[in-house]
């Protein structure tokens, strides 16, 4: 057999193929080549493989160790920055086998400003005792905040610096851990989610604005839409709910996960949901992705996958989708945007616990004793690569 070779596809091609295969079936009709290391505490951030063959090129940075894991991941809108945030074991063990409940005996919390590009380490953000589930960076790049958990996960808190470092506020929420966190499109307010709560700060004042109905779900993620008037949430109730920033009322409720709903983003037009979500049934694992069209009474298109779709980003321009999850092997899918599963890769490390995509496509990873990987943009926006032998 030939060794196999690499062309470029444009998207509609694989929009036109992705639903004559199963989700189930042979999805690695193309290929992302990583080349990541992570040796003697290096972080790798590597290019995607084209066609030519040439050999990823690599930078190093050096400032996740073993005892770290990120949790949560965002750039700012000129993805100048990147911000990062987790836990890190106090006694330098991995924090995923630190004895205590829930894992979060010996370990405290850290937030970062790293470079967007590079991934290297710019500062430390001062403040974050409690573990950080969450983190996000105003569209206007002045501000930073992270959600993090005190007690236990009894209790959570939100704080809010200054992109340069100086923590400006604290605010407490007495439900639980702060599971995530949004800022407005005008950069003006912050949402939080803590349980199935959702609370609004104005960021001037300091002032809560209005807390909205309480969903039965813990809230796992939320997202602005484009225009900045709605907000989507996905819940471990398996219900994605989109909700109205002003009045807080509730304006559709999407069923269709079978088990809970992890992830949650808009398409650019703002009519177009994509959310993931997983469980398990007679110990198999069932994932799924679920496209929700909310022009038409929330219709919905689903594929069904083995997988545990844990995380999920949407490229800016809509054009990439990925997710990830695990346990014991970092699993990375990306998939085709009009519905469709395309190529699964084992990445390094172990589960796969955040992604971001940056304005101009780069897609940052990270996951357990992996680290953090930075794969620029592909060289075209609309291409990957197909293997064919």
Not at 211 to 240: E, H, K, N
Not at 346 to 353: A, L, S, W, Y
Request: glycine share 12%; hydrophobic share 40%; proline share 4%.
């Amino acid at each position: 057999m030939k060794p196999p070779t690499y062309e470029f596809v444009d998207s509609d091609t694989l929009a036109n193929d992705a639903w004559q295969r199963h989700a189930y079936g042979t999805r690695r009709q193309w290929t992302i080549c990583l080349a990541c290391c992570i040796a003697a505490g290096l972080v790798w951030a590597a290019t995607w493989r084209h066609s030519t063959g040439e050999l990823p090129v690599q930078s190093a940075v050096g400032w996740v160790d073993d005892s770290m894991v990120i949790q949560s991941l965002g750039f700012s809108e000129d993805g100048q920055w990147l911000i990062a945030g987790g836990m890190k074991a106090t006694d330098g063990r991995s924090p995923e086998i630190a004895p205590g409940p829930l894992g979060l005996r010996n370990v405290r919390g850290f937030a970062c400003i790293c470079d967007g590009g590079s991934g290297r380490l710019v500062r430390m953000l001062e403040g974050a005792a409690g573990v950080v589930y969450a983190v996000a960076m105003s569209p206007d790049g002045l501000y930073a905040a992270a959600g993090t958990a005190l007690n236990d996960n009894d209790q959570g808190q939100i704080l809010l610096w200054e992109t340069g470092g100086k923590l400006l506020r604290r605010f407490d929420n007495p439900l639980g851990y702060v599971a995530a966190v949004a800022f407005s499109r005008d950069s003006r307010t912050l949402v939080g989610a803590a349980a199935g709560q959702l609370n609004r700060w104005d960021l001037a004042t300091a002032q809560p604005l209005h807390t909205m109905p309480r969903t039965p779900g813990m809230i796992q993620a939320i997202a602005f839409s484009p225009d900045g008037l709605r907000l989507a949430t996905a819940s471990r109730d398996g219900i994605v709910r989109v909700i109205d920033v002003d009045s807080g009322e509730l304006r559709q409720s999407l069923v269709g996960h079978r088990h809970m709903a992890n992830g949650v983003a808009w398409y650019p037009d703002g009519r177009t949901l994509v959310s993931c979500g997983w469980g398990e049934q007679a110990g198999m694992i069932q994932g799924d992705m679920i496209w929700w069209d909310l022009s038409d009474d929330g219709a919905r298109r689903m594929v069904q996958t083995d997988d545990r779709l844990e995380v999920l980003a949407l490229s800016g321009d809509g054009r990439h989708i990925v997710t990830g999850g695990g346990p014991y092997r970092g699993r990375l899918i990306h998939w085709n945007t009009t519905g469709g599963s395309e190529d699964a890769h084992d990445h390094e490390g172990k589960r796969i616990e955040a992604l971001a995509f940056s304005p101009a496509g780069a897609l940052a990873i990270a996951s357990v004793e992996g680290g953090l990987t930075i794969l620029p943009a592909p060289q075209a926006a609309t291409s990957v690569a197909k293997e064919r032998n």
